[in-house]
């Protein structure tokens, strides 16, 4: 080996060797790193740059100046010094409207990272004082006077006053001291500048004029027409400066009702300047809501379709722009925004329309939207929602829906106080309650104008014909006064029945539910040559079966209702707006067979026909060119397309669980579109009456009942809690507060704090009780309550039961506890058979005994009745008296059955109740068993015994054996009780009696004012849960990065996050990822299995698996909802459409996929674009640009062609 070495030179280490390491790092230490020349430090010349000190950041100024103005004639009045609290205030860190704008990006939508503007009427959110003061306070016990090498230092008491005669004496010079003091003497009232007292003595101190001011100031003031207020009236305002620019009405409605019968004749005086005028003389109610807006008022108009609420909503608008602010105009739908944007656009040049797809014109000074994007943009913090002045609500009363209403409940308690609501609405019962709602978590006055006057009164028929002779068979059942006619409705009963006759002698058909195919067109052209002849057209046929809709339509292809002038002008009009769709959709079987519909006059509205054919239907129809309309119910909503007729195919719907009757507020709406303002003295309105005319009872219902009520549909949502949550000053509770559900609450709450302080006031005057063997009367208190409810809830549970019911036969000797008769004894008479809840009991009584005793009185016996185990023996039993009772009202059954008769007993008794026979002796029956009950009294009950629940009256049943074991439990606490040896317990129980009572209801009352007294505080509290589970929010609520990506999601926001976090889009092609997600928007119920590829199915037992783990957190979270029904709400009927929409195949070839409708397909389509525009937010928050990219080219895949066709209203 040595040879082999010597040879070769060596052969190389494999490794360095150790001990020569470590010899060189200790000898050679110039060889670390730290010595290397790139560490050491270098000199970098600089070159002097003066010009660098002239941009400097300035912090924003502590104090600002305003100037004050006469509020009746505005000219300036003065100057006041305001402190400045948003100095350095952002989108980020404040709710203040003073904070500094956001970039420019996020004026119009804002940013999930916003924080939203100070909701109007929240308290504002106070300092507190005490720990602001302890900050400040001086404790000269832990000061050093002086340093220890120094002789003198600094003293801290306060200094001895020095008579003025000894000051003038010369003294002698102490060692140097300091008093702190001293030196801030100059002004005391800087040491509490956080005491409001001295902050008003300031206030009043300080003073401003032009004596005081130099010549330069002087020129300044004079130059800007200020006048200087008096020396002593002027007041240096350093309060606070969020002042309220609205008079709060205390101790007052918050809505105010105007009567709209009082005249305003002096209209052109009160508003000499109007901001829009209008070339007709304006209803009384809408001059009567111009005031209340020229004032800055809030108001609520409640009227009839076609009343000229508009008009209200268009003098608004025109106020902004007279103003220089903005209105943002909402409505329940997308279809509706898109119609009053064309309105608007004609009347006011500076008007947007914002949508989730379409964004136009964003700055201007109208913007018109949907309701859930101003409730994105609340949240969000827009800069735009500083201008805002006015916001409309139209179509208030679609706030019940149950899916969607609650977004205009969040809108409206979201919403600053800088901004005033016009609420507009269809007739509701209760607008004085809704409006009070409004006001009161406003903190401002509605004004609430209702009108229920149609400006074209309505007359109701009754069509019985089927075509041929009977074709005008038409009955009036209401008149234009709304007066039911009854004769009309005989009349239509009749025809109808002769009609059934005739059927029934001609065959089988007699009988069917519905009309055949046949019969139904013959129906169909009856009708609609009745209407044309008596010039009723044109004519809207609400349908309430979009299937219904296109077979009637389809039906009339034989008839021909237009001229050929309206021919060619219905043909130009198609051909220039189907020109706007590119190649094949164009010849689509939905765009040709409307062609052919619309060219005979007759059009067909629904959800299922494409959105730009629906547009062309409405045009057409307010051109009057449709002659026949069949319609669903979504006609109805919003724009003013009214007919000369409307006929009612059905008045029952499918309302997604059951058919049903239609509502009255439902029928009103529909049969609103009837008659035209100006054209047509009355409105008709036809029910076709197919097979049977309808109950007299229902349709009364319908057409005279009162509309729905306006009702809460609040609920909370994980979006809602996490926007709130990440937001430290708003709670969630503060948001179930002023829901609408919670108005009463709300209400009651300054009644709940008076009497919380006067039970306090009487406990604080309650003496004390001091008794040694009652010292556990607190827990007897607290047992015997428990056990008096837990008693009246076995008995009114077991009632039921066979053993039960055999043994309550008339005669049974029972125990009652029932208002002041308390374990006393009863024979009972009768139990009622239609009711087992009412029973007929005989008892003796004391003849001066009153028959009624305070609440707290009846209370207390109940109470120390608890502890008896016999029945009370009576002294007197004079009188007799008949009880009706509850079950609840038992104490025990005993084993005793006296015979009697129950009826002569009870008719006996109820005689002798009349003053006639006042007087007269209780009959045989009576007295024999007065005489029973007497004998029982007298003996004590030596013979009686009670019967055990389940031994004697054969009780099983496990629920019922589970609560007769609560009452047992209960009621051996009770009777365990040291107090009950106490000699005297009765009378120290009563003087105890008061305290605990008041306790008691300074605890509910207490309760009733926390939040845990909300109605939805437990599903709060089980939703806070779900999002800590699944690591949404920390424990102390604060919201996580996981949370953040949740509130940029529209909607499914757990699902959506769960899966971008979870990277199940990582390795999915765009197509996959379009194709799974449209099952987050898709809705339909019934519809075609989709072929799958198998990936596809991968994606979807993916999505389920993610659904089907936060169902199940849910359900650990005590939510109701199942966990099948959370996985069953994605619905992946559409995934094959969209996976081949998506990959580029024409819209006429997808639609050969499923049995969905056109118009379905489409506006599933649009609303996915919304949600990958929401998961590519997401992508940008977690920072996954790949994700991002992703979401983008998906977005550009489907987003083509007629599904993203730009509506004809914004062209």
């Known amino acids: 080996m040595d040879v082999l070495g010597r040879l070769l030179g060596g052969l190389p280490p494999i490794i360095p060797n150790l001990r020569d390491q470590i010899e060189e790092y200790l000898l050679t230490p110039e060889k670390l790193p730290i010595h290397d020349p790139v560490h050491s430090r270098r000199f970098f010349p600089r070159q002097p740059d003066p010009t660098r000190l002239y941009s400097i950041s300035v912090h924003p100024p502590s104090m600002r100046l305003e100037v004050e103005r006469d509020p009746a004639t505005g000219e300036i009045t003065g100057i006041v010094e305001l402190a400045n609290k948003d100095a350095g205030a952002t989108a980020k860190n404040s709710l203040s409207m003073r904070r500094a704008p956001g970039p420019p990006e996020e004026i119009v939508r804002g940013s999930s990272t916003n924080f939203p503007f100070w909701p109007g009427g929240f308290p504002e959110p106070v300092l507190d004082k005490e720990s602001i003061d302890a900050e400040f306070n001086l404790d000269p016990s832990n000061y050093l006077t002086k340093h220890p090498k120094l002789s003198g230092g600094m003293a801290f008491e306060i200094p001895k006053k020095v008579p003025e005669e000894e000051k003038e004496k010369p003294e002698e010079k102490p060692e140097l001291v300091v008093s702190i003091t001293d030196m801030l003497n100059v002004d005391e009232s800087v040491l509490k500048i956080f005491d409001d007292k001295e902050e008003k003595k300031i206030k009043k101190v300080t003073g401003l004029s032009l004596e005081e001011l130099n010549e330069e100031d002087k020129t300044l003031v004079q130059n800007f027409s200020i006048e200087p207020p008096k020396k002593e009236e002027f007041v240096l305002n350093i309060s606070d400066s969020s002042r309220s620019t609205h008079i709060i009405a205390k101790n007052t409605e918050w809505a105010e009702n105007i009567d709209i019968n009082a005249p305003v004749d002096d209209f052109s005086s009160q508003v000499p300047n109007p901001a829009c005028t209008y070339p007709f003389e304006l209803d009384t109610f809408q001059k009567q809501a111009i005031l209340r807006l020229e004032k800055h008022d809030c108001v609520f108009v409640a009227a009839h379709t076609s009343a000229g609420k508009t008009v209200v909503a268009e003098y608004a608008i025109a106020l902004t722009l007279k103003h220089m602010t903005r209105a943002i105009y909402t409505s329940p739908i997308k279809a509706l925004s898109n119609q009053k944007y064309r309105d608007f656009k004609i009347k006011f040049e500076d008007v947007g329309l914002l949508t989730g797809d379409i964004q136009i ?127 009309g409705y005989n009349d239509a009963v009749t025809a109808k029945n002769e009609k059934k006759k005739s059927q029934q002698t001609q065959g089988p058909k007699f009988g069917r539910q519905h009309l055949g195919e046949k019969q139904e067109k013959n129906m169909w052209i ?90 062309v239907v409405e045009m057409l129809f307010a051109k009057g060119l449709v002659k026949l309309l069949f319609a669903t119910e979504t006609f109805a909503m919003g724009v003013n397309m009214p007919a000369r007729c409307v006929v009612f195919d059905s008045i029952r719907k499918h309302d997604g669980e059951a058919f049903r009757d239609l509502l009255p507020s439902e029928y009103i709406q529909m049969a609103g579109r009837a008659g035209r303002r100006g054209l047509d003295s009355t409105g008709t309105v036809i029910i076709l009456c197919k097979t049977e005319v309808p109950e007299m009872a229902d349709l009364h219902r319908m057409m005279l009942g009162k509309p729905t009520k306006l009702q809460s549909q609040f609920k909370l949502t994980y979006s809602m809690i996490l926007n709130i949550l990440r937001v430290e000053r708003i709670s969630v509770q503060d948001m179930m507060k002023r829901s609408f559900s919670e108005a009463l609450q709300m209400a009651n709450q300054s009644k709940y704090e008076s009497e919380l302080k ?51 036969s008339p005669g049974r000797i029972v125990v009652i506890c029932y208002c002041q008769y308390q374990y006393h004894l009863a024979c009972l008479l009768k139990v009622d058979t239609k009711d087992q809840n009412k029973l007929s009991v005989l008892i003796l009584r004391n003849k001066n005994e009153p028959n009624t005793l305070p609440k707290e009185q009846l209370e207390l016996r109940e109470i120390l009745a608890a ?36 009826v002569k007993i009870i008719d006996n008794i109820k005689k002798r109740q009349i003053p006639r026979f006042k007087n007269d002796p209780p009959s045989q029956s009576v007295m024999e068993a007065i005489g029973e009950l007497q004998r029982l009294n007298e003996s004590g009950g030596d013979s009686l015994s009670y019967l055990d629940f389940m031994t004697d009256l054969g009780i099983r049943e496990i629920t019922a054996v589970s609560e007769v074991h609560k009452h047992d439990i209960w009621k051996k606490k009770v009777r365990e009780n040291s107090c009950l040896d106490c000699s005297q317990f009765k009378e120290h129980f009563i003087v105890a009696y008061a305290k605990l009572s008041l306790r008691e209801e300074i605890g509910r009352l207490k309760f009733l004012m926390s939040e845990e007294a909300l109605q939805l505080h437990p599903e709060y509290q089980m939703r806070i849960k779900v999002l800590k589970d699944l690591k949404y929010i920390e424990d102390n609520n604060t919201v996580t990065l996981k949370g953040r990506v949740a509130c940029e999601m529209g909607n499914h926001e757990l699902m959506v996050t769960e899966l971008v976090l979870e990277n199940v889009f990582a390795e999915t092609p765009i197509e996959e990822i379009a194709a799974l997600l449209s099952s987050m928007v898709f809705q339909q119920k019934n519809c075609s299995e989709p072929t799958l590829t198998a990936e596809l199915g991968k994606g979807i037992k993916k999505f389920r698996n993610v659904a089907k783990r936060i169902g199940e957190v849910q359900k650990d979270c005590g939510l109701p909802e199942t966990v099948g029904d959370f996985v069953d709400q994605f619905n992946f009927g559409l995934t094959e459409v969209v996976f081949q929409w998506a990959n580029g195949m024409e819209f006429n070839k997808i639609m050969e996929l499923t049995d969905v409708q056109e118009g379905i397909v489409v506006k599933c389509i649009q609303r996915l674009d919304e949600t990958l525009k929401d998961v590519r937010n997401a992508a940008h928050i977690i920072g996954d640009p790949n994700l991002k990219e992703k979401m983008e080219l998906a977005s550009t895949a489907i987003k083509r062609d007629i599904v993203f066709t730009p509506s004809l209203y914004t062209q």
Request: charged share 25%.
């Open 361 to 487: 014109n964003p700055k201007a000074s109208c913007l018109i939207m949907t309701t859930e994007i101003l409730q994105s943009m609340l949240y969000n913090g827009s800069d735009l929602i500083r201008d805002l002045e006015w916001v409309i609500f139209d179509e208030v009363h679609y706030i019940n829906n149950a899916e969607r209403g609650h977004v205009w409940e969040e809108v409206l308690i979201m919403l600053p106080d800088t901004v005033n609501i016009v609420l507009l609405s269809a007739t509701v019962p209760n607008t004085i309650e809704f409006a009070d709602w409004i006001g009161r978590i406003k903190r401002r006055k509605i004004y609430v104008i209702s009108t229920s006057k149609r400006p074209v009164p309505l007359e109701h028929f009754l069509y019985t014909g089927t075509g041929g002779k009977s074709k005008d068979e038409r009955f009036l059942v209401v008149d234009a006064n709304g007066t039911f006619v009854q004769k």
């Open 758 to 808: 006067v039970a306090e006031e009487k406990l604080t005057k309650e003496p004390e009780f001091t008794c040694l063997m009652c010292k556990d009367v607190e827990q007897y208190y607290a047992a015997a309550k428990e056990y008096v409810q837990q008693r009246k809830h076995v008995f009114n549970l077991i009632l039921g039961f066979p053993g039960v019911v055999k043994a309550m």
């Open 526 to 615: 009856g009708l609609i040559d009745h209407l044309s002849k008596r010039d009723l057209l044109p004519v809207v046929a609400f349908t309430l079966s979009k299937k219904r809709c296109d077979s009637n339509a389809s039906q009339l292809m034989s008839q021909d209702l237009t001229t050929n002038r309206e021919k060619g002008e219905i043909h130009s009009f198609i051909k220039k707006c189907v020109d706007k769709l590119q190649g094949s959709d164009k010849v689509l079987p939905q765009v040709i067979h409307m062609k052919e519909l619309l060219t005979k006059g007759i059009g067909v509205h629904h959800s299922g026909i494409l959105p730009i054919l629906k547009e």
């Open 867 to 902: 502890s008896q185990e016999k029945f009370d023996i009576l002294e007197d039993t004079s009188d007799q008296a008949l009880l009706e009772i509850t079950p609840r009202n038992l104490a025990a059954i005993t084993n005793k059955v006296i015979k009697i008769d129950p």
